[in-house]
């Protein structure tokens, strides 16, 4: 008996819902009716939908845009209107945000915030505000939830707030940087805010983290090329809207780039590769307002020829050594790609000549020339058409001692060789940039979200990337990440503790998603740019030396 009289109980107050309901129902539609009648043919061309109903009317509870921008607020169940005029306004309630202007509730106004506007609504006293702000948040989160509440409204105060996160796709219209572009993904307060698409009709996409509107975060971009049917594909982290960060980048012209970014140019170090099969290259070095700037490596794959020097404004500027294919090394000062003075030229017999040549590497003007026999001819060399190379000056016989600069002394006397390098680049000022990132990264407290950013990261191809959605923000799964970044630190110190730092740092060091795994593979990079394959020679063994001595230094400093 007592489950009959709550079946009845249950059914009495289902009824009372629908009584209310069809009540309500009818009360908007009569509403929406009258308002079509009394709106002119100019709006009701538009708005007159059969489904679309009439929620509140700004002429039976008051209230007007602080600006003066409309005479008159309509809220249907899916648009508010604002009318001003012959023309209006409509905002689809899917992507409209209510809240307190200024954030005081005792405030007579309300702050609309929409994807391209905010404004804001004034009522004459609290309780019509009050009015506006529940229909309005009810409104929307109905217009989320895709059909109305059972019954319509329920009382006053009832119901929940729309939710300040969703996900939607919309096209920009008004002046702006985003105007023409779609975005698909999360908002927050009217912004993209969260992981979304943003894709303008010019073929440019960028797929990735937004915050505030802006893209903030790891995300990919890619640019078509005018001239070509290619795109260029960054990969990379934004910073407020910018570039910042480390990233990749594969030009649509076959060139890669491999480094740092700020303010959406190559900056700090960075590895630029054409791998295409005419003119090969590779440079590893420093950039500045993405031009090569202070200390780098140039690779001419086509003429067996690498550069190890300074550079500016992408120019071979101050001290430079070049190595070649065939043995020769030279040591010279370049302004603007031009030799200047007199450089150092090591010959692959143990010769060295020391003074003026030309970039053929033919002696001219006054110089020094010391054979691997111990003789040395000094004075003016000259080269003429027809006649051969000619020299004025002295000849001697007797053996001296080869002062270039540094000497490098190995334990064997018979190994004792001029070394290149060693005064012109001091060791500590070749790769500032790489110590610099990780630096920046144990100042920053080692936050997780930012290690990839600081010490960067391995990820797919950009043909790959196409194909397969999934990696676009660089996730892994946990059995990838061994290490939490926040913890670095107290590992560290941890480790140093208990004395067992150096099986640690064997395994650290080894691993190719730990910082300091990243900082080694950065530093064998530039070392091996500079180092193998044309550059094994024994002039440049000092160099070699003391940057493996410094890396442990360096190394050993931040354990």
């Known amino acids: ?266 900056q700090g170090f960075g590895i630029l590769e054409n791998f295409s099969a005419e003119h090969p290259f590779k440079y590893t070095g420093h950039w500045e307002k993405d031009k090569k700037n202070g200390y780098g490596v140039w690779e001419d794959k086509e003429r067996g020829e690498r550069y190890i020097g300074m550079w500016l404004d992408d120019h071979r500027h101050g001290d430079g050594i070049v190595v070649t294919q065939s043995g020769l090394c030279y040591q010279r000062t370049f302004h603007a790609d031009k030799m200047v003075g007199s450089g150092i030229l090591l010959l692959e017999d143990d010769s060295i000549y020391e003074g003026n040549f030309t970039e053929d590497l033919t002696f001219v003007g006054k110089g020094k020339l010391s054979l691997a026999n111990g003789a040395v001819l000094e004075g003016t060399f000259s080269a003429r058409r027809g006649r051969g190379r000619e020299s004025h000056g002295t000849i001697s016989t007797e053996p001296e001692p080869r002062k270039l600069g540094k000497t490098w002394k190995n334990p064997n006397p018979a190994l004792f060789f001029s070394q290149l390098g060693l005064k012109e680049f001091p060791v500590e000022k070749r790769w500032p940039g790489i110590f610099e990132q990780f630096l920046e990264f144990l100042h920053s407290g080692c936050k997780e979200e930012m290690e990839e950013s600081f010490t960067g990261f391995h990820i797919q191809t950009s043909k790959e990337l196409r194909k397969s959605q999934e990696y676009l923000f660089c996730q ?29 740092l064997e395994k650290a060091l080894k691993s190719p998603l730990h910082p300091l795994g990243k900082l080694l593979r950065a530093l064998s990079a530039a070392f091996q740019a500079t180092y193998s394959g044309i550059g094994a020679t024994r002039h440049l063994l000092g160099m070699a030396q003391d940057e493996v001595k410094f890396y442990s230094q360096k190394i050993w400093e931040f354990y």
């Open 476 to 504: 892994r799964g946990p059995e990838e990440l061994s290490w939490q970044s926040r913890d670095l630190l107290a590992e560290l110190e941890q480790q140093q503790e208990l004395g067992t730092h150096q099986g640690y």
């Open 1 to 266: 008996q007592g489950s009959e009289q709550e079946v009845v109980a249950a059914v009495i107050r289902e009824f009372g819902k629908l009584e209310s309901f069809i009540s309500q129902v009818l009360d908007e539609a009569c509403a929406t009716k009258e308002l079509w009648k009394s709106l002119g043919c100019k709006f009701t061309d538009v708005l007159c939908v059969p489904e679309r109903r009439l929620l509140e009317d700004s002429r039976n509870v008051p209230i007007a845009s602080g600006t003066s921008r409309s005479e008159r607020l309509l809220l249907f169940d899916d648009v508010l209107v604002l009318i001003q005029g012959n023309s209006f306004q409509s905002f689809d309630l899917k992507l409209v945000w209510v809240d307190e202007n200024c954030g005081e509730k005792s405030a007579p106004d309300l702050r609309i915030t929409t994807p391209e506007e905010t404004f804001v609504l004034s009522a004459k006293d609290p309780q019509m505000k009050a009015v506006w702000r529940w229909k309005l948040e009810q409104a929307v989160r109905q217009a989320l939830n895709g059909k109305r509440d059972f019954p319509l409204w329920g009382h006053n105060g009832e119901g929940s707030a729309a939710p300040s996160r969703r996900f939607f796709t919309y096209e920009f219209r008004l002046e702006g940087r985003l105007r023409g572009a779609t975005y698909e993904g999360e908002w927050l307060g009217g912004k993209p805010h969260g992981k979304g698409t943003l894709k303008w009709r010019d073929g440019r996409n960028h797929v990735g983290d937004f915050q505030d509107g802006l893209e903030h975060g790891f995300g990919i971009c890619l640019v078509p090329r005018r001239s070509e049917d290619r795109y260029d594909c960054y990969k990379c982290h934004w910073y407020q809207g910018k570039m910042r960060g480390y990233g990749i980048c594969e030009y649509g012209n076959d060139l890669v780039y491999k480094g740092y970014f700020k303010d959406n140019v190559r």
